[in-house]
């Protein structure tokens, strides 16, 4: 039986823990954030919703949404309360819900800027989903209006946080094969006529806006540096099928510090999807090397990049809820959204004077 020396000891301890704040844990257990999602949309209805059941650190407790009649069947199936259910008119009110600790932008492209700010003026951190914007201005506009409201904010390049995407970052580092030469890289599905605001350049539709930012971002994660100039051009198989500039498919070409060159090409036409590094010494590749499931890859020396039993999106949420509860750097910052979408303005540039040469 304790004594009472021990027992008030205790006491004494317990009480003084319970004053300590914890505004995201009650005596060493973290509570989960809530996150609301803007845009019930494919990509949310899907992937991040699903994927959200699969989380340790963040769940699913708002939706934001202009489609009224998705409303009834998001409340039954994830069990969302009335007070977590906003429009896109009424949305200012989320500041108000500290239920809510996340906004996650999942609307076309060309509304990333509108919502992603309007969420963190309402005090909320920011996922918002990549492409980050449709220009670099409205890109650094989002990371103004997070940095002003002293909210953290993140781009959901989910292959960032994938364990072999992550040996390849690493191995950009450590150079196990070698100094690195060349990046060859590639992605693309053939979209159809059901495409949507995919097929609408002013909505960000187009390959290099919609699929492009995956072999742009892996050139650049595979090598760890900035390009210096690049050089693109358009081509357009079914004219009829895209408007206001949307393109088919992109070429386009870098040149990184070292003389380090990159060969990429992104399509609407045709299902591309590999990413090659050559070494002095020997490559490596992943492909997949952006599929949902099933990434994996392997090295000239015979080693295998396994594929994981995972789900991407609920480890990069997961990755990012704990950036904020624990007050650390995003693993995908803005600033990284923000440098490929620089990189696609120049590449516009390029295409339309002829494939010249941009420096960056």
């Known amino acids: 039986m304790e004594n009472r020396r021990s027992f008030i000891k205790k006491s004494g301890l317990f009480l003084a823990a319970s004053t300590l704040p914890f505004p995201h844990s009650i005596f060493g257990q973290q509570r989960k954030l809530g996150v609301a999602?803007?845009?019930?949309?494919?990509?949310?209805?899907?992937?991040?919703?699903?994927?959200?059941?699969?989380?340790?650190?963040?769940?699913?407790?708002?939706?934001?949404?202009?489609?009224?009649?998705?409303?009834?069947?998001?409340?039954?199936?994830?069990?969302?309360?009335?007070?977590?259910?906003?429009?896109?008119?009424?949305?200012?009110d989320i500041a108000n819900n500290d239920a809510i600790d996340v906004v996650y932008i999942v609307t076309p492209t060309f509304l990333h800027a509108k919502y992603a700010v309007a969420a963190a003026n309402a005090g909320k951190h920011v996922f918002c989903e990549?492409?980050?914007?449709?220009?670099?201005?409205?890109?650094?506009?989002?990371?103004?209006?997070?940095?002003?409201?002293k909210v953290k904010l993140a781009i959901g390049y989910r292959m960032q946080h994938?364990?072999?995407?992550?040996?390849?970052?690493q191995w950009a580092k450590?150079?196990?094969?070698?100094?690195?030469?060349?990046?060859?890289?590639?992605?693309?599905?053939?979209?159809?006529a059901s495409g949507g605001w995919r097929l609408d350049g002013a909505k960000g539709g187009g390959a290099i806006y919609d699929m492009g930012v995956y072999p742009l971002n892996a050139t650049r994660y595979s090598t760890g540096l900035e390009p210096l100039w690049v050089t693109a051009r358009h081509e357009t198989t079914r004219s009829?099928?895209?408007?206001?500039?949307?393109?088919?498919?992109?070429?386009?070409n870098?040149?990184?510090?070292?003389?380090?060159?990159?060969?990429?090409?992104?399509?609407?036409?045709d299902g591309y999807n590999?990413?090659?590094?050559?070494?002095?010494?020997?490559?490596?590749?992943?492909?997949?090397?952006?599929?949902?499931?099933?990434?994996?890859?392997?090295?000239?020396?015979?080693?295998?990049?396994l594929p994981c039993d995972c789900v991407q999106q609920a480890?990069?949420?997961?990755?990012?809820?704990?950036?904020?509860?624990?007050?650390?750097?995003?693993?995908?910052?803005?600033?990284?959204?923000?440098?490929?979408?620089?990189?696609?303005?120049?590449?516009?540039?390029?295409?339309?004077?002829?494939?010249?040469?941009?420096?960056?």
């Open 37 to 92: 999602l803007l845009g019930l949309g494919n990509y949310a209805t899907t992937q991040l919703a699903p994927a959200l059941q699969h989380t340790n650190h963040i769940e699913l407790r708002g939706i934001i949404t202009g489609s009224p009649d998705k409303i009834p069947q998001w409340k039954k199936k994830y069990n969302i309360k009335d007070a977590n259910v906003y429009n896109y008119e009424n949305m200012a």
């Open 162 to 169: 994938e364990k072999n995407t992550r040996q390849i970052m």
């Open 240 to 252: 009829d099928l895209f408007i206001n500039g949307a393109n088919e498919i992109t070429y386009f």
């Open 315 to 360: 480890i990069q949420m997961d990755d990012d809820a704990l950036s904020i509860m624990n007050n650390k750097p995003m693993m995908v910052s803005g600033q990284e959204g923000l440098h490929d979408i620089r990189i696609v303005e120049a590449i516009f540039e390029s295409a339309k004077n002829g494939s010249e040469k941009i420096v960056l």
């Open 130 to 149: 990549k492409p980050m914007a449709i220009t670099a201005m409205e890109c650094q506009e989002i990371i103004d209006a997070c940095k002003q409201n």
């Open 254 to 269: 870098m040149e990184f510090p070292d003389g380090i060159k990159a060969d990429c090409k992104v399509s609407y036409a």
């Open 274 to 305: 590999n990413l090659d590094i050559q070494c002095a010494d020997g490559t490596y590749e992943l492909s997949p090397f952006q599929s949902y499931t099933g990434v994996e890859g392997s090295t000239s020396d015979g080693k295998k990049l």
């Open 174 to 192: 450590t150079k196990p094969y070698g100094a690195l030469q060349s990046v060859s890289t590639a992605a693309g599905f053939r979209i159809g």
